[in-house]
Structure formats: C-alpha cells, structure tokens
C-alpha cells in the first residue's frame, strides 16, 4: 500500500456557505481566502465532478455525479447547506422545462441583486434569463456582459467566478467586510423561505401541466407566465420576479366540438399548427374575408395617408439613383453598387422605413408563423410542398374534415408595395416568378376558425412592433440593423397560446404583449409642410452620398484596370 | 508462517524506532502535558523546550499535544520540522510550513499570498477552538533565525488582530537557550517576550521507578489495533498469555543503564533518554522471540546486550567530550 501525501487542507471559513449559492461566488470567496488564482479552483472542482455525465444544465451543481459530501467535509459545512446549492428542485419539471427553456444566462452575461452582492451573495436563481427581480428583495437585477471564455471541461456558470472576484475583492465599495476576517452575510433562513416561494410556483404549476394542450409563441419567458397563469399558480413572488409583467389574458375561447375532433386537434401540435397558419395564409380568398386578412389588406392604405408624397419623394431619388447607375457602370461592369442596405432602410421618412418592413412582413417566405417552426429549407421559388410527417395523422384530420388538400397556384407578392424599389428590381425583368404551384393540406371547418383567430393575434402583434419601431427615432437614426431590431421586437411581443381541451370542445388561452387596439397611424405626424421639407432634403442628401460612393468605386475600378494594363503591355515586352 | 510474522517484526520495531507506531506515557510525559496545558490555557504565544538529542523530545510532544486535546478540546496544530529545510527566504519558509498542514495550494502565489493564506488557515481554525489559538511545533527549532521569529510575529499579530492567538512551540537542542541569551542581549526582547517567555528542559528517565512504570505503559499497549494484540504478543506471544509483563524487565535495564553512564565517567545523575530506553526494550524482545514459551528465561546478559546495542553508550561518549571541551575553556 503506498503511503499518498493528500494535499487536502485549504482555507473556507465554515459557515459561510449559503444555500443556492452560485459556483461563482464560492468560487470568489475561495481564490480570495486562499490566495490563489481561478485556475486552482476549476482543479478542485474537477475532482468533485465524478464521471462528469452529460446533463442538460449550464449549471456545476446539477451535475447528478457531483460530489456534494466531499464538499461539504472540505468546506466543513453542513451537508444540509451543502445539498441545497443544486436547482434540481426546479430544473426536474420537464413538462415546463421543455416548452420554456428557463435557461441561465450563463454564456455571456452576468446578472447580480446588489443588496445580495453587499451581502456576499450570489445565486444562480440570479441567472435565470427571464427573471428581472431579486427572488429575495426584489430589487431590480443588475446585468452586466461577461466576457469571459468557457472553459473546457467545465460547465458555463464556472465563468461567473472572475467578475465576481473582482466586484467584491477589487472595488472594495460593494460589500464592506469582504476583505476582513469576519464576513457579514445574509441570512440562511432568509434565502430559504424566498426560494421556497419561487420554486413552489414552478412546482406547483408543472404538477398541474397536463398533456391535453398545445402551447406556442415565440417568447419563452411569456410562455412560461401565460403557463404559471393558466394554472393560477401565479403567486407575488413570481410576478415580481418576472419582466414581462404586462401581460394581458383574456377569457378563454371556446370552440365546441366533440371529443374526438378534440383529440385531434391537440394532437396536430405547434409545428402543425404552424404549417396551417402558413397555408391559409397563402391560400385565403378574398371572398371569405376574416378579419385578419381586411387589417392586413386596409394597411397599406392608411400608412401611406399624408405620406403618399413622401413615398413620391422617395421613388424619385430611387429611380435617379438606379438610373446613374446603369449609365455610368455600363463599360464598368465590374463595379460593384453601394447597395448598402443599412442606407436603404435609414430613408429619410420613418413611414417609409415602416414600408420596408411590412415589406418583408409579407414575404411568403416570411409569415405570420412562429419562427421556431418554419423550415424554408424545403420551398424553392416555383414551388411550395410540406412534408407532413410531423403533424399528426393527416388522414385522421382530412376524414374527420378539419382538413382538406388544396391544389394550384398561389399568386406571390401581391402586398409587397416597395418591391420595385428593390435596388436591381427596376431594370430586371423576372426577378421571381408572379405565381407559384402548391400542393398542401389546408385547414377546414373548426380548425379555420382557430386559425384565422390565431393569425389575427399575431398580425396585431406584428402591427404594434411596426409602430413601435416608426416611433422610436432613437432607433431610426442609429445604426442598428432595422431589420433585426424589428425582428426583436416581435419577438418580444409575441403573444402565447395554449390550445386546451375541454369538457365540450377545445379552448383557446391567448397571452398578448400588446394592446388590443390598433394604432392610429395618421396621428403620428403632425407638421405636414414642415415633415415633407425635411424629407426632400435628405433625400437630396442620400441621392449624393451614394453618388460620391459611386464615383469613387468606379475611379478605383479604373486605376485598378490601369494597372493591369500596364503589367500586361510590361509583361509582353519582356518576352 | 515464521518468515511473515519476522517481517512483521521488523516492520513494528523500525516504526517504533521512528517514533512512528504509538506513543507512550513516561512520567516525563505527563510532567511535560501538564507544563504545555498550562501555557496553552494561560494566554502564552510560545514557549521553549529544550534538551539533549535522542530523549525523545520529539514524540514526547506529539504525544501530549495529542493529549491535549482530549484535555482542552480541538485546536489547530501545525508540525513543522526545521532541519535541512531550505527556508531561507519568507516564500519559502511559508510554502514550508503549508506544506506541513497539507494546504492544496502550497505551491502557488508570492510570499504575500502564502502568508495570507497561513493566516486564513490560522485564523479561521483557531476561532473555533475552544483555547482560542493555533499552535505550530517547530521541531529542531534551534535553526531558526531571525528573519524567521519576525516572520512569526507578522503573523502573530495578524491573529491577535483577529481576536485569536498564535503559540508557538519551539522544540529543539540546548543550543535554543543560547539564542533566547542572544536575543536579549542584542536588544530583540520583543521575541523572547513573545514567543520564549516559558521554557522548560527536556530530560530523560532518570529513576528506576519511571522506567518501569514506562515499562507498565508499554505493556499495556494495544499494536497494532487491527489485530487487537498486545504490543509484546507480537514477539513472545506464548510467555504474554502465560502471564509474563514487560515491567519484570525493569531492574535488569535500569541496572544496565547505570552501569554504562557510570562507567562513562560522564558527571551528574543518571538520565536515560526515551530513545534509547525504547531500542534497548525492541532490542531485548527480538533477542527473546526464539526462546519463547510459558516460562521465560531472562538473563542479564541478553537484556545488558541490548542496551549496549541501542547506541546509548556512544551517545554518553559524545557527551564526555562536550563536556571536558565545556570545562577546558
Ligand atoms: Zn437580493
Ligand atoms: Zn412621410
């Protein structure tokens, strides 16, 4: 039997530790105490890993293999504290957990409660992406970036160690007694009864989650409240905690049918939900007219009331735009345009901005149907075909008439207003085709009711993004991306859905971010005169700039061929 | 199987030569727990103890400190040897002594940081003792200099700051006295008030009546504690179950002892250091493991035998010297 020296003493004073404690502020409190760098820690951590099995958790303490008693002989601290630094009490909720991902910030930011870190504590119930609230006072969270890099073999909450160190035992100003021998630090119990609430709203509500629903949306963290909502499990502390606090639930509808119908229709699921909100969008006729499709048709309209001259203005400076082009690139076929989209989106009227972006709105490509679930990998220009495999059995849904096959051509493009002023559009013929061939399934009966009821909530949500966008100048005039902030802010106003069954029927719960009232588009602008002059001018200014732009890429084009002329004659010569 | 049981043998009696198997109550022992319980409790910072080599100052003071705390309660304790370590400089010397406590990270960081990190270590456990204090035992310490006792008192103070306190242990040869002299007259009082206020000096047994009763002791030791023998089972196991103890050997060995100290010519009274004692004691029972039986036969020679094998009458020769050396100048 060899006689191994164990290195096993280290400094942690006893006592300290405090239940959902983050790895990182242990982690702080350990390098600080021992004096050593982050580097010895992860080493010790990595002998409490056991076979490291895979798990789904960004954080070190979920680990199943994780050896807690070890821990807790080397930190000398009582096991009970020690075992309650996992969140396994909540992350075992798989019904919620698959539907809404409450992930921890953990890659790249680190969110902090200031009155905790004063008290020497941080938890991971802090990291929790879509809480904004301290669980225990409820002061407003504190995010910061964290840039530091994951480190190989080691979950991502590791990463917190660094910022930690350096708020506590680098700005002395945040928690007083960091660096003296006696440590004040909140209390045990305190932390205890506030997580116990917070994780019994989660608890209680997956206990009542069953499989007779559908839910859907973009926005996990709404989700996941229109969930805990659903089932009345909505306590103080989760609505505190959570950011998207105005969430509006309406009354249920209900759609009577028997229960097999039912069953069906819960059973098509999100993704089949999807491919009908698709389809019926593409192949509604005029005709049946839901209310959706009038909004939608009537848009246009009045967002160009009392900007149509705008919209003039704008065309104009396009056309002489697209015109200088052709004329001076023609003999200099290899420049390229300042197509710089960026400029394109920054015209020099908000509404018109707008008309870029219902634009690509309405791109079929581009619809009312939750991200998540589109899968354009499968259209090409000419055609559109499903692959059904995910949505159930569609003979079951066409025998019982929910659904039916629709077969021809869908005309494209039709709402997209500004597409001719789509640089290269104007002087190519046949950039898409006008009209394509499909063969889908599409909704019937009961199912286009819900449909067209979920398409219009969407579009209401769509429109509201659109106008927050236009009023926010801030935006307008930044360099932000347009397109993806838009695609944000839909994203964060997206409304959740829960398709239920019932006693009689099935029902719809719908959670929106937005109000239900449509925005007045007129009242936005209010010195006509004064709005028109402005546009004019920065239109002037955007017909220069890309001049100048023009020139200067068609004078080094020609520098360019200079040169290689010269080397060509130089090199004939030689030879 | 004779062979197993011989290797056995050896393995104890090198342990115990090494002062590495158990340790035994000797009336010095017990004067010595009562003199170091006495400074732990009475708010000390550090105390010498000094002696001649070999008297077994080193296992003496493991033994009480490990006394101590089934007497006063658990406190932190740091056994830190000082010969041929290389503990010039104050990295060193800290990376020596958290290397003595098994800190994980004795490698890492600047002197700074390894002292903090002593004083984390010093701290933390000395509040939760019962004395209040933590108590590091440098062995040897008569080669400590006097960087190191400055060291000593940074960290001293560091604990009387925080509201606890630091003994140190200064456990070494005779020379030790000399540094406490050469420290008060060179105007460094404030180490000697600190650390070497107390002192004691070390000796060996000194009466028959003490060897025996070290005798008593050994006898009634249990080694190992797997087997659940006695200490001699392992060598005369059919003479211990006849009844034979360990204390009929006393006036054989003292006698032997006093023989050769006399014979030595080395003045005073007779001292035997624990060292010695314990080698002439593993000594004579490996002489008596082939003729054991129910009725041992001990004679003299064989006990005489073995005290003359232990070294003791080289370690007197050596003190002869010193001595006439003393008395030259
Ligand atoms: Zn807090
Ligand atoms: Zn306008």
């Given at each position: 039997m060899a006689l191994l020296a164990e290195y096993d003493q280290t400094s942690w004073r006893p006592g300290t530790l405090r239940i959902y404690e983050s790895i990182g502020s242990i982690g702080a409190k350990y390098c600080y105490l021992n004096k050593v760098k982050p580097k010895e820690f992860y080493n010790l951590i990595s002998e409490f890993n056991g076979n490291g099995s895979y798990i789904d958790s960004d954080n070190t303490f979920d680990n199943p293999d994780f050896d807690f008693a070890k821990l807790a002989k080397l930190f000398e601290e009582p096991i009970s504290i020690v075992s309650k630094l996992s969140l396994n009490l909540i992350n075992d909720l798989p019904k919620l957990y698959k539907q809404t991902r409450y992930s921890l910030w953990g890659n790249n930011m680190f969110s902090y409660c200031p009155t905790c870190m004063a008290a020497g504590y941080h938890s991971e119930l802090h990291q929790i992406h879509w809480v904004d609230k301290c669980f225990i006072h409820g002061d407003n969270l504190v995010n910061v970036t964290n840039k530091e890099k994951s480190i190989k073999g080691?979950?991502?909450?590791?990463?917190l160690l660094k910022p930690i160190f350096d708020t506590w035992f680098?700005?002395?100003?945040?928690?007083?007694?960091?660096?003296?021998?006696r440590w004040s630090l909140i209390d045990n119990e305190l932390i205890n009864t506030q997580a116990k609430k917070f994780c019994s709203a989660l608890i209680y509500t997956e206990k009542k989650l069953q499989n007779d629903s559908i839910l859907f949306g973009k926005n996990n963290e709404s989700n996941l409240l229109l969930q805990v909502k659903a089932k009345n499990s909505l306590n103080r502390v989760f609505k505190t905690v959570h950011q998207n606090k105005a969430m509006s639930f309406e009354k249920p509808l209900k759609y009577p049918c028997s229960a097999e119908i039912a069953d069906l229709l819960v059973k098509i699921g999100p993704k089949g939900i999807g491919h009908f909100m698709h389809s019926r969008q593409i192949t509604c006729i005029e005709s049946e007219m839901p209310i959706w499709k009038t909004i939608l048709n009537d848009l246009p309209k009045s967002l160009l009331k009392k900007h149509s001259k705008c919209l003039k203005l704008y065309k104009n400076s396009f056309e002489s735009i697209e015109k200088t082009r052709i004329r001076w690139c023609y003999g200099h076929e290899y420049v390229h345009p300042p197509y710089d989209m960026s400029r394109f989106d920054r015209v020099p009227c908000p509404r018109i901005v707008t008309l870029n972006l219902l634009q690509m709105l309405l791109n079929v490509e581009d619809s009312l149907i939750p991200e998540s679930i589109t899968y354009y990998g499968k259209c090409n220009s000419k055609e559109i075909n499903y692959?059904?495999?995910?949505?159930?059995?569609l003979d079951n849904l066409i025998e019982a008439g929910i659904v039916t096959k629709w077969i021809g051509y869908i005309e494209i493009g039709t709402h997209q207003i500004l597409k001719q002023y789509t640089p290269g559009f104007m002087f190519e013929s046949e950039v898409e085709p006008d009209f394509r061939y499909i063969n889908i399934p599409i909704c019937q009966g009961i199912l286009t009711e819900i449909i067209d009821q979920l398409l219009l909530v969407h579009l209401q949500t769509w429109i509201c993004a659109l106008y927050e966008v236009e009023m926010n100048s801030n935006v307008i005039d930044s360099q932000i991306n347009l397109k993806n902030h838009f695609r944000a802010k839909i994203h964060e106003l997206s409304p959740s859905i829960i398709l239920k069954k019932t006693n009689d029927g099935v029902e719809l719960l719908i959670g929106t971010m937005t109000s239900k009232r449509l925005p007045k588009w007129c009242n936005s602008i209010r010195d006509e005169k004064g709005h028109y002059d402005t546009v004019k001018k920065r239109s002037n200014e955007l017909e220069v700039t890309f001049d100048e732009l023009l020139a200067y890429r068609m004078r080094m084009n020609d520098l360019f061929q200079l040169r290689a002329n010269l080397i060509r004659s130089f090199v004939r010569k030689r030879s | 199987m004779p062979y197993l049981q011989s290797v056995e043998r050896t393995k104890i009696s090198t342990r115990m030569m090494a002062g590495r198997a158990f340790l035994i109550k000797t009336p010095i022992c017990a004067n010595y727990l009562k003199v170091i319980s006495n400074w732990l409790t009475t708010g000390s910072h550090g105390g010498l103890v000094y002696g001649q080599p070999r008297l077994g100052k080193t296992s003496a003071t493991r033994w009480a400190l490990k006394m101590l705390v089934e007497l006063i309660g658990n406190f932190p304790l740091i056994e830190v040897p000082v010969r041929n370590q290389n503990i010039a400089s104050e990295k060193a010397f800290f990376q020596h002594i958290l290397h003595c406590v098994r800190h994980r990270h004795y490698m890492v960081g600047s002197a700074g940081d390894k002292r903090d990190a002593l004083n984390e270590w010093l701290v933390t456990r000395a509040k939760r003792a019962t004395i209040n204090a933590a108590v590091i035992f440098f062995d040897e310490?008569?080669?400590?200099?006097n960087e190191h006792y400055k060291w000593l008192l940074n960290i001293s103070n560091e604990l009387d700051i925080n509201g606890c306190r630091l003994f140190c242990l200064l456990v070494g040869q005779p020379e030790l006295e000399e540094v406490k002299t050469n420290f008060i007259e060179t105007g460094k009082e404030q180490i000697v008030g600190r650390f070497m206020a107390r002192e004691l000096e070390f000796t060996g047994i000194s009466a028959q009546e003490d060897l025996i009763s070290a005798l008593i002791e050994f006898h009634n030791t249990i080694y190992p504690i797997e087997n659940n023998?006695?200490?001699a089972e392992n060598f005369i196991p059919q003479a211990i179950n006849s009844g034979f103890k360990l204390n009929a050997l006393g006036p054989a060995m003292w006698s032997a002892f006093e023989t050769l100290w006399i014979a030595s010519g080395v003045s005073g009274s007779v001292v035997v250091p624990m060292h010695y004692f314990t080698a002439a004691l593993i000594g004579t029972l490996n002489t008596l493991v082939d003729s054991d039986g129910e009725f041992l036969d001990i004679q003299q020679s064989i006990v005489m035998d073995a005290v003359k094998a232990s070294g003791f009458r080289e370690s007197l020769k050596i003190r002869k010297i010193l001595e006439m050396n003393r008395s030259g100048k």
């Open positions: 080691f979950r991502n909450d590791i990463k680098l700005n002395s100003a945040i928690w007083e007694s960091a660096k003296t021998s692959s059904f495999y995910d949505i159930g059995s | 310490a008569q080669f400590l200099k023998i006695l200490f």
